[in-house]
């Protein structure tokens, strides 16, 4: 255990964020290609701008979209929908560029199950060479690591507040918005909350000192108490003012957020961005299986904390390295937990979508607030356990 004492800090940012923004128009041209065609392969990038939005990439699939309905329909759902003097970025106004072509054939042929020249095996590849990360440490009921399983929350709260017609900070609240906690560790476990960042778009009619009083109030309600002291700071707008945000403000773009996507810096990323693509590429598929077995090995007991990394080359059904790090706090040798996920788990990109169930339309609910953090979806659940128990004791 680490015995030492720091202070660790993790971000977290809203669904009106510019980039989540992006994430979550390419997410929802995912959901509507797989709703209709389940083989669908879509690799969506999205950009937003001021007024504009421009889709590009390459989706190859059966289903026939209105892809302006589509961009339309997420930006309201967001809340961009206002129509004040100083608003540019509105679901019903904003001019769409669609640049989407096909995917390549040559990319095509090493990710399907099919023989082709030069290709050592008829199974269905990776869709790209790259290295996955999957984490899970015992420090929240999620087993996320708490500094961004705490950002996420008040963002959370901070959404269902602005969504919420009936609480009077709704009429101020605009969706831009971003948090940041920073946790002091006491022989590796969370002992306080040396300080919070909360920035929120808001309206010209509001104080500062109102939105101040809010953000402290929400920050309270929705983190351990216990964790609060007398020292505690909190930075609730710093800058003074957030009128102009979103798109206005700051240009967004798919998979700019990868690290509050997933662990806040406390776990390993490859690299690879999620949102936009299907899961035969395995920069989404495979940091979402590796995920899946990191926790639970956590919650059979086998670590307090645990990293895994997978890589892959590109056409090959096969993981070229599978690697087990319990940063010391293994209950048995990394190498046994690495033979037991081995007898459990399949790593093979085909076999990953079918364990998980991946060719749904469940993308769009990823995108905000972790890709590991909501209970219900599949790489979420802890259905491994047992068998992992049993794995170890062979």
Excluded at 7 to 34: M, N, Q, R, T, Y
Excluded at 132 to 137: H, P
Excluded at 171 to 185: E, G, I, N, T
Aim: some cysteine.
């Amino acid at each position: 255990m680490n015995s030492r004492e720091y202070i660790f800090s993790s971000e977290s940012v809203g669904s009106g964020h510019p980039d989540k923004v992006a994430d979550f128009i390419s997410d929802s041209i995912l959901d509507a290609c797989l709703a209709l065609d389940p083989k669908s392969r879509v690799a969506c990038e999205t950009l937003v701008k001021d007024n504009h939005v421009v889709l590009a990439g390459e989706i190859t699939t059966t289903a026939k979209l209105d892809y302006e309905a589509i961009v339309r329909a997420a930006i309201r759902q967001i809340g961009y929908v206002s129509e004040r003097d100083d608003d540019v970025f509105i679901a019903d106004k904003v001019k769409i560029v669609n640049l989407i072509g096909q995917q390549s054939p040559d990319i095509s042929q090493g990710v399907s199950a099919t023989a082709a020249e030069g290709k050592s095996t008829a199974e269905q590849g990776a869709g790209d060479q790259g290295i996955m990360f999957g984490y899970a440490n015992n420090e929240t009921p999620e087993l996320m690591p708490a500094p961004i399983m705490f950002a996420h929350k008040i963002l959370q709260a901070l959404e269902a507040v602005r969504k919420d017609p009936e609480n009077p900070a709704s009429r101020w609240l605009r969706p831009d918005c971003k948090s940041q906690v920073a946790l002091r560790y006491r022989n590796g476990k969370p002992a306080e909350i040396v300080n919070v960042v909360l920035s929120t778009q808001h309206t010209e009619s509001v104080s500062h000192e109102e939105i101040f009083a809010f953000g402290k109030k929400l920050i309270q309600s929705v983190l351990p108490s216990e964790l609060f002291t007398a020292g505690t700071r909190y930075f609730i707008n710093p800058t003074g003012k957030f009128v102009i945000g979103g798109p206005h403000g700051d240009c967004g773009l798919t998979g700019r957020k990868i690290i509050v996507d997933s662990y806040g810096g406390a776990g390993c990323h490859g690299g690879g961005a999620f949102s936009g693509k299907d899961p035969s590429k395995v920069d989404r598929s495979a940091a979402y299986m590796c995920r899946w077995v990191a926790k639970n090995i956590v919650a059979a007991g086998l670590a307090d904390r645990v990293e895994l990394q997978v890589a892959y080359a590109i056409g090959e059904p096969e993981p070229t390295s599978v690697l087990v790090n319990t940063k010391g706090t293994g209950k048995i040798a990394d190498e046994a937990i690495e033979a037991a996920i081995k007898k459990v788990f399949s790593f093979k990109p085909a076999d990953i979508v079918s364990q998980l169930d991946l060719l749904r339309p469940i993308y769009a609910h990823t995108t905000n607030y972790g890709h590991f953090t909501k209970p219900d979806l599949p790489w979420e659940q802890l259905n491994r356990v047992e068998a992992l128990k049993a794995a170890v004791s062979e």
